[in-house]
């Protein structure tokens, strides 16, 4: 077919990405082959994203889950696919609150590029690579990623002139500081510096449901094959709006945002807080720190090139070959990684329990894991006060996903009956939500002394109505 006869150009700068969550995710291309216009595609095909393939998406989960083989790349571009939803939904409302806001096509690509490019930043195991070698540094992987967006991809990124529905307005260029602000906001003093239609976009970035965890939700739950919940995107995106104070939840989206926050604790109850996971994360304190420190001594923001190949292929090469160098200390920690590899579990669950969080706000005390390990400890007979063991509470994780943990957030509820916004506590739509429960686990090197483990733990837990000493 000759160009001319072709019935419409709406295929000209678009290609689509076969993706088994959104079915599928377009994104921008040039228009004319061999043009040198800009687009999504130039950032894709970045070293900085083709990086991400080679970081999986969850940290220790694969390990127990043999499907959850996905990688940071494919959920980095899921991620822009539900932000562009978002985007043409929520642009009326937003320029009517915020009659500044630029032309619907800047918005829509604005976060559809700060959705690609939230995780660009992450390093091998993910928050585990935060907790453990980035926090030296007072230093997260969005902090990382905002030092790429500006150094690295800032002048691809300034170099777009349109979005997958259309050109920018005249005069309207990206800002890759835009994108490096939506994935982490700055200090309180830059924030202040920001125009208020962007301050209510960050929203959809660090809410209770953002353009990430609705997402990886979905992702996460499929790959895994713990697909027991639903999500309802398109109702919950249906009734998402701004007003004049952020972004609202229609009172007619309670019931999916519900079902989207039941689905979320179950992943991380049956998922990332599965006990094999956790057992694997054990073990992975002890090394993981030691093994980044030698690998990469200096802060990464020093040396961003560096930073370019750390990635979890990089981190397993480079233990494959500790385990033939002289450094004792080396042989050593490739010897413990070599047993994660090989999913030789060190540490083997003894005790666990499962505490609701409405037992907890009727008065049980929940300290942290080493607290409990001293109270454990005191009550074991004397022939086992150095046994080694270790408790995990999970729900205590401090990784910002951890929907657990943030008890004390509100969502603004629009009621359509007194047409007015209200701040309605979390722990209000949480109520009717089974599945809130912290895990208390007991960890030792083998099952030999369970049962000294197992009632030394409820003595130290004191009132607690349901627990399950273990052998499994």
């Known amino acids: 077919m000759k160009k001319k006869d072709c019935p419409s150009n709406v295929y000209d700068g678009l290609a ?12 921008t291309v040039p228009q004319d082959n061999g043009s040198a216009e800009k687009t999504e595609k130039d950032i894709l095909d970045s070293p900085w994203m083709q990086r991400l393939r080679r970081i999986y998406q969850l940290q220790s989960a694969r390990w127990v889950y043999p499907a959850a083989e996905h990688t940071r790349f494919q959920h980095s571009l899921g991620t822009m696919h539900v932000a562009g939803e ?11 609150v915020c009659k500044d806001t630029p032309s619907m096509h800047y918005v829509e690509e604005l976060l559809r590029l700060s959705g690609l490019l939230h995780d660009v ?14 926090s030296a540094w007072g230093l997260t992987h969005e902090d990382i990623g905002r030092q790429i967006i500006v150094k690295k991809l800032g002048a691809l990124i300034s170099r777009i002139a349109r979005g997958p529905s259309g050109s920018f307005a005249r005069g309207e260029a990206l800002d890759p500081q835009q994108v490096a602000y939506l ?3 700055p200090d309180a003093r830059a924030e202040v510096k920001q125009p208020r239609w962007l301050q209510w976009l960050r929203q959809l970035f660090s809410g209770i449901y953002t353009v990430d965890n609705l997402d990886y939700v979905q992702r996460d739950a499929y790959m895994t094959g713990f697909s027991l919940d639903m999500v309802d995107m398109p109702r919950l995106r249906y009734y998402t709006f701004f007003t004049k104070d952020g972004l609202a939840l229609h ?5 999916a945002l519900r079902r989207f926050l039941n689905a979320r604790l179950n992943l991380y109850s049956n998922v990332y807080f599965h006990r094999t996971t956790r057992a694997l994360d054990l073990h992975l304190q002890e090394i993981f720190s030691d093994t980044l420190q030698m690998m990469y001594p200096e802060s990464p923001v020093k040396n961003l090139d560096a930073y370019l190949h750390c990635d979890e292929w990089s981190l397993f090469s480079e ?29 083997k669950m003894s005790f666990a329990a499962e ?29 086992l006060k150095k046994l080694a063991f270790k408790v995990d509470v999970a729900t205590q994780d401090p990784r910002p996903l951890n929907p657990i943990a943030e008890p004390g957030r509100q969502i603004n509820i ?22 809130r429960v912290r895990h208390f686990r007991v960890f030792s090197l083998n099952h030999d002394h369970d049962e000294d483990l197992a009632m030394a733990a409820e003595a130290a837990l004191g009132n607690i109505e349901k627990s399950l000493p273990t052998n499994v």
């Open 414 to 435: 629009f009621n359509p009956v007194t047409r007015r916004t209200s701040a309605e506590p979390l722990n209000e739509i949480y109520r009717f939500i089974p599945a």
């Open 319 to 347: 233990m494959q070959g500790w385990l033939s160098v002289k450094d004792a200390r080396k042989r050593r920690l490739a010897l413990e990684w070599q047993k994660i590899h090989a999913r030789e579990l060190k540490w």
């Open 121 to 134: 930043g992450h390093g091998p195991f993910g928050h585990f690579f935060d907790e453990h070698y980035l």
């Open 251 to 255: 009172q007619s989206g309670i019931s």
């Open 86 to 96: 978002f985007a043409r939904h929520l642009y009326p409302s937003l320029k009517d």
């Open 183 to 185: 994935i982490k906001m």
């Open 355 to 383: 505490i609701s969080i409405d037992q907890i706000q009727r008065g049980t005390e929940f300290v942290g894991a080493e607290n409990y390990e001293s109270k454990i400890r005191e009550r074991l007979p004397a022939k």
């Open 16 to 27: 689509l990405i076969a993706d088994p969550i959104h079915a599928y995710a377009f994104f």
